[in-house]
C-alpha cells in the first residue's frame, strides 16, 4: 500500500510568484490536511478537507488556499510568495482525522 | 493557542526509559496523537489516542487522561535511532495542533 505522496520534493520560487504543491493521500483516505513547519514556528495548521469540502483552517493569510478533487488528492496554492513562505510543507491523510499519517514533505525556498 | 506543552529537550543512556509528557487544553478535545520527527524528515505516526488509559505498541507506549489534560508517551529500551524530536498533538474540529516537540538524545 502507498504512502502519502507529495509533490515536488523541492522548489525554489522568487517573491511575488505563486506555486501549487501536490498531495496524493493514501488509497481509501478521504480526510487530507496541509502544515507549515518552519524552525521558529514548528508545525502549523493550514487546512484540512474532507470529500472535497474544508472543514477547517488555520491562521494563514488568504495567500493560502487548496482544494481538493473527486479523487481524494489534494493541492495548496500560495499566491504572491514571500520570504518568509519558505518552509516545509506536509500533508497528511486520514480515513477521517484519526490515525493521520505523513507524505515526505515539499521543501519550498522563495529567494 | 491550543497550549499544548511539552519539555524542550531530554537525554537518556542507550537501554534507559524515557518519558515524555504532554499538557493541553481539554476544551473540544476529540484525540491526541504522538509523532517521531528525525531531522529532516517528515514526522512518523507513533500513536493516537481517544480514550483513557495506555496503550503499547513494542517499545513504545502512549497514555492518555482526558480529565486531567496530560498524556505521556514512554520510550523503553531505548536504541541510539530514537534519538529524535517528539511530537505531541491534538485534534479539535479536524484540527490537528502540535507542541513545539521534545527533542531526545540518547547516549551510549
Known amino acids: 500500500k502507498a504512502g502519502v505522496t507529495q509533490t515536488p520534493r523541492y522548489l525554489i520560487k522568487t517573491r511575488g510568484q505563486q506555486v501549487t504543491l501536490s498531495c496524493s493521500p493514501i488509497?481509501?483516505?478521504?480526510?487530507v490536511s496541509w502544515y507549515q513547519q518552519t524552525p521558529g514556528q514548528g508545525l502549523q495548521f493550514l487546512f484540512e478537507?474532507?470529500?472535497?469540502?474544508?472543514?477547517n483552517k488555520g491562521n494563514f493569510p488568504g495567500r493560502f488556499s487548496g482544494r481538493q478533487f473527486s479523487n481524494s488528492r489534494s493541492e495548496m496554492n500560495v499566491s504572491t510568495l514571500e520570504l518568509g513562505d519558505s518552509a516545509l510543507y506536509l500533508c497528511?491523510?486520514?480515513?477521517?482525522?484519526?490515525?493521520?499519517?505523513f507524505g515526505q514533505g515539499t521543501r519550498l525556498t522563495v529567494v | 493557542g491550543q497550549n499544548i506543552d511539552q519539555p524542550t529537550e531530554m537525554t537518556a543512556t542507550e537501554g534507559a526509559i524515557v518519558q515524555i509528557n504532554c499538557t493541553y487544553q481539554?476544551?473540544?478535545?476529540?484525540?491526541l496523537f504522538w509523532y517521531q520527527q528525525h531531522a529532516g524528515e517528515a514526522p512518523t505516526f507513533l500513536s493516537y489516542?481517544?480514550?483513557?488509559g495506555l496503550e503499547e505498541k513494542g517499545r513504545f507506549s502512549s497514555f492518555l487522561s482526558r480529565s486531567k489534560g496530560y498524556s505521556y508517551l514512554l520510550l523503553k529500551e531505548l536504541q541510539m535511532k530514537d534519538s529524535a524530536s517528539y511530537l505531541c498533538?491534538?485534534?479539535?474540529?479536524?484540527?490537528?495542533?502540535f507542541g513545539a516537540g521534545t527533542t531526545v538524545t540518547v547516549r551510549a
Open positions: 498533538a491534538v485534534i479539535r474540529d479536524y484540527k490537528l495542533s
Open positions: 497528511a491523510s486520514s480515513l477521517d482525522s484519526d490515525e493521520a499519517f
Open positions: 481539554t476544551s473540544g478535545f476529540n484525540g
Open positions: 489516542n481517544v480514550l483513557d
Open positions: 478537507y474532507f470529500s472535497e469540502t474544508q472543514r
Open positions: 488509497s481509501g483516505h478521504r480526510s
